[in-house]
């Protein structure tokens, strides 16, 4: 689900108290273990749902000595948040019909692929969508922020532990004003933006505001990224393009709309917890995800590093067949088929594409799943 973008940044710190609580060592204690590099300690932040290029597009180091592959070091946005020079390279696509009769993850199996123009000019680059995005503060039963006056003060440290007591007036803020599922027009230009990038903030959507949902399901992301080794070069070994992003969550009727093309400015004092993290320690600016998909595989992959696969777990000896994702089923009726395949209807259930055999520890019950960000190390 999406989160408040500066809720992102006070939530990875929160990430960095979760683990320490369920195991690892705290930094200042090494337990007098000699180690082969300078570096004794790697700690994981965890957020969701934003790239490293969503969160770090403007980032420039402190030292001048120093890079980083972002957005702006590209010239594909400008310190202030206008198309660089090599806008180009985030241009997107979308896929031509007849679409195919099975499932693909790069355009070269398809009848081809269509660049997206400004609006009005079609197919026009999609807009972005409140997906999920409240439009008013609300009470508990909402499930999330932003909280109306029925939920007291004294109950939001509990329900964000993370936030400083002069922040929690946050979880009160950022509500959309706007229908769920329909665009976003609090980004200037909404239906008439550049195919490509585009800044999250402005006078109009502040830096508090929740904002939509975006596409985290396995078979969709393969085919977000558009991989091909034919596609393959020294920069880019993995052939992947990275320019079907709209148009799978659109395609298959999601309500992401453009969500995943937004980044956050630095430049413009976005993201502030994350800025002074990369200043102060090492950031990875070449790290991804361990696996295609949502939250709770990134957790597994990065505490074991391998797949889970299914055991015979309270008497089932299988995973329900409604939430094993199938791209191409064997029939048409197959209920445990997910749509995959662009302009099918979009999908009733948000159900993890891999299911967990194992019980979590009583220290870490409890603990809101977030998507693995950079890692920096000290």
Same mark, same amino acid.
């Given at each position: 689900?999406?989160?408040?973008?500066?809720?992102?940044?006070?939530?990875?710190?929160?990430?960095?108290?979760?683990?320490?609580?369920?195991?690892?060592?705290?930094? $200042?204690?090494?337990?007098? #273990?000699?180690?082969?590099?300078?570096?004794?300690?790697?700690?994981?932040?965890?957020?969701?749902?934003?790239?490293?290029?969503?969160?770090?597009?403007?980032? #420039?180091?402190?030292?001048?000595?120093?890079?980083?592959?972002?957005?702006?070091?590209?010239?594909?946005?400008?310190?202030?948040?206008?198309?660089?020079?090599?806008?180009?390279?985030?241009?997107?696509?979308?896929?031509?019909?007849?679409?195919?009769?099975?499932?693909?993850?790069?355009?070269?199996?398809?009848?081809?692929?269509?660049?997206?123009?400004?609006?009005?000019?079609?197919?026009?680059?999609?807009?972005?969508?409140?997906?999920?995005?409240?439009?008013?503060?609300?009470?508990?039963?909402?499930?999330?922020?932003?909280?109306?006056?029925?939920?007291?003060?004294?109950?939001?440290?509990?329900?964000?532990?993370?936030?400083?007591?002069? $922040?929690?007036?946050?979880?009160?803020?950022?509500?959309?004003?706007?229908?769920?599922?329909?665009? $976003?027009?609090?980004?200037?230009?909404?239906?008439?933006?550049?195919?490509?990038?585009?800044?999250?903030?402005?006078?109009?959507?502040?830096?508090?505001?929740?904002?939509?949902?975006?596409?985290?399901?396995?078979?969709?992301?393969?085919? #977000?990224?558009?991989?091909?080794?034919?596609?393959?070069?020294?920069?880019?070994?993995?052939?992947?393009?990275?320019?079907?992003?709209?148009?799978?969550?659109?395609?298959?009727?999601?309500?992401?709309?453009?969500?995943?093309?937004?980044?956050?400015?630095?430049?413009?004092?976005?993201?502030?917890?994350?800025?002074?993290?990369?200043?102060?320690?090492?950031?990875?600016?070449?790290?991804?995800?361990?696996?295609?998909?949502?939250?709770?595989?990134?957790?597994?992959?990065?505490?074991?590093?391998? $797949?889970?696969?299914?055991?015979?777990?309270?008497?089932?000896?299988?995973?329900?067949?409604?939430?094993?994702?199938?791209?191409?089923?064997?029939?048409?009726?197959?209920?445990?088929?997910?749509?995959?395949?662009?302009?099918?209807?979009?999908?009733?259930?948000?159900?993890?594409?891999?299911?967990?055999?194992?019980?979590?520890?009583?220290?870490?019950?409890?603990?809101?799943?977030?998507?693995?960000?950079?890692?920096?190390?000290?």
């Amino acid at each position: 689900m999406f989160r408040r973008e500066l809720q992102s940044a006070t939530a990875a710190a929160a990430g960095l108290g979760v683990l320490l609580s369920c195991g690892l060592a705290v930094a $200042d204690d090494d337990h007098g #273990q000699k180690t082969a590099t300078p570096i004794k300690h790697v700690i994981i932040l965890i957020g969701e749902n934003w790239t490293f290029d969503g969160m770090f597009a403007t980032y #420039q180091p402190k030292n001048n000595k120093q890079s980083v592959a972002n957005l702006l070091s590209r010239g594909i946005v400008t310190a202030s948040g206008d198309p660089g020079p090599h806008h180009a390279k985030s241009w997107q696509y979308q896929i031509n019909q007849p679409y195919p009769a099975t499932y693909f993850i790069d355009a070269l199996q398809t009848a081809g692929k269509t660049l997206y123009e400004q609006g009005p000019a079609t197919p026009s680059f999609p807009p972005p969508n409140t997906a999920y995005v409240p439009m008013a503060p609300g009470p508990l039963s909402q499930g999330q922020g932003p909280f109306d006056s029925s939920v007291p003060d004294s109950l939001l440290p509990t329900i964000e532990p993370s936030l400083e007591v002069s $922040d929690l007036g946050l979880l009160r803020t950022g509500a959309s004003g706007l229908s769920m599922f329909t665009t $976003d027009t609090r980004v200037p230009n909404a239906t008439k933006l550049p195919n490509g990038s585009f800044p999250s903030t402005s006078a109009t959507r502040p830096y508090d505001s929740y904002v939509g949902d975006m596409v985290h399901r396995l078979f969709h992301m393969w085919q #977000q990224s558009d991989c091909d080794v034919s596609h393959a070069t020294a920069d880019n070994p993995s052939g992947c393009l990275n320019d079907l992003y709209p148009f799978v969550g659109v395609a298959r009727n999601d309500g992401s709309g453009s969500n995943s093309m937004a980044f956050l400015n630095m430049q413009k004092g976005d993201a502030p917890v994350f800025k002074r993290l990369a200043d102060k320690y090492t950031l990875n600016d070449n790290y991804h995800q361990p696996i295609m998909g949502g939250t709770a595989v990134q957790h597994q992959m990065i505490g074991t590093a391998d $797949d889970v696969f299914w055991e015979t777990f309270q008497g089932a000896s299988a995973p329900p067949g409604a939430s094993v994702a199938n791209p191409n089923p064997k029939t048409t009726t197959d209920a445990r088929s997910r749509p995959t395949r662009p302009g099918q209807t979009a999908p009733t259930s948000r159900s993890p594409e891999l299911h967990r055999s194992w019980r979590i520890s009583p220290v870490c019950r409890g603990i809101r799943r977030r998507t693995a960000m950079p890692a920096t190390s000290t």
